[in-house]
Structures are given as C-alpha cells and as structure tokens.
T-cell receptor, first 116, second 113 residues
C-alpha cells in the first residue's frame, strides 16, 4: 500500500540552529515527493518537490530536502531556523492509483516550533 | 489573481442539515480537488475533477457530492451532515502541466452538532 509517514508529531528547535523534519514513503515506481507548510488558520503552501534529478532539492524560504532512495526518505532541512518557520509541515507523495489529476497522499503532519 | 478561494470560512450545522461549500479558482486550472483535514490524519482526498463535466471519487467520498459545470468552480455538497463530517475542508487546484504542485484555498472549518 502507498503511504507517507512523518514519525515526529512535533519538532522543537532553537532559533539559529539547523532543523530537520523527517518523512519516509512507500510507493510503487518512482516517487514524486512534496513538502507543504501550513501556517495557523491558513491553507497549505507549496515548499518544494522532487520529481527526478539531483537528490538535494531547494525550495522556498531557504528550505531544502534530500531524497534518499535506499532509505525511502525525503527529509526537510534548513541550515538556520527562524521563529517565523514555526508551522505545520506536511510531506506528500503522488498517489499512483490515480492516472490523472495529481492526487497526493499526505503524511499526518509535523508541528515545528522554533523558540527564540 | 485571487488564487483559490473558499466560502464560508466557518460553518456550524445540525445533524441532518445539508449545505454546499464553495470553491473557485481564477488560474484556469484543469484539475481541482477537495480534501478534509483531521488531527493526526493529514489530508484525505474526498473528490476530484480533471476538467469541466468530469468528476471522480477520492478515498473518503461517502456523504459528499460534487459537480464541475465550469472550469472555475468546484462546489462540495454535504447531503445530510453527520458529526463525523466535522473537519477542516480544503479545495486545491493545479494546472495540467503543473507537475502535481497544487494550490490550496484557505479552508472551511465545519462543525456538525
């Protein structure tokens, strides 16, 4: 079965420190992977995606993610966290059961809290 | 561009009532979807559409109907509201060539009592 797992419900980081939000996936075939961020009372915003090519993907707001095929992981990273990065982060993978429409399977979300 | 808009922002219904959640996008996107977000469960796909006149079910379609008469609009109808439908509902859209990057509306928070 296809799935996405975010093993941590919450990640706490001090401002200025590096952050990592973990994601692992299980799909058949080559995965299309995504990270979205959700600020309080807002919809999801696209951060970055991996389709093919370089395993290190750079996205919005200084975030990057590393695709690791052998570990089936797609961890989100940032070298220096900001208080304004505090939000709910979702990892997602294209749902291969649907031929059209670009349906996504989402992880359960990780709450990132960055303290000054 | 307004992007993806949803109305209302908040709604309280009694069990058995019906209502329509509105979604509109002004980006001329072919694909539109409805998700519900529940704590600890991420987002789950309710229904989707690949173009005007074409809709299909997602993973949790029961209790919901959709139609797509225009490219811009994709309303979600709750036929007979149940407490299990208390959730936050998000509409999303993407272009055919958008490589699955979806644009989300701000959400509708629905409570069914």
């Amino acid at each position: 079965a296809q799935s996405v797992a975010q093993p941590e419900d919450q990640v706490n980081v001090a401002e200025g420190n590096p952050l990592t939000v973990k994601c692992t996936y299980s799909v058949s075939g080559n995965p299309y992977l995504f990270w979205y961020v959700q600020y309080p009372n807002r919809g999801l915003q696209f951060l970055l995606k991996y389709i093919t090519g370089d395993n290190l993907v750079k996205g919005s707001y200084g975030f990057e993610a590393e695709f690791n095929k052998s570990q089936t992981s797609f961890h989100l990273k940032k070298p220096s966290a900001l208080v304004s990065d505090s939000a709910l982060y979702f990892c997602a993978v294209r749902d291969m059961r649907y031929n059209q429409g670009g349906k996504l399977i989402f992880g359960q979300g990780t709450e990132l809290s960055v303290k000054p | 561009n307004a992007g993806v808009t949803q109305t209302p922002k908040f709604q309280v219904l009694k069990t058995g009532q019906s209502m329509t959640l509105q979604c509109a996008q002004d980006m001329n996107h072919e694909y539109m979807s409805w998700y519900r977000q529940d704590p600890g469960m991420g987002l789950r796909l309710i229904h989707y559409s690949v173009g005007a006149g074409i809709t299909d079910q997602g993973e949790v379609p029961n209790g919901y109907n959709v139609s797509r008469s225009t490219t811009e609009d994709f309303p979600l109808r709750l036929l007979s509201a149940a407490p299990s439908q208390t959730s936050v509902y998000f509409c999303a859209s993407r272009s055919r060539g958008g490589l699955y990057e979806q644009y989300f509306g701000p959400g509708t928070r629905l409570t069914v009592t």
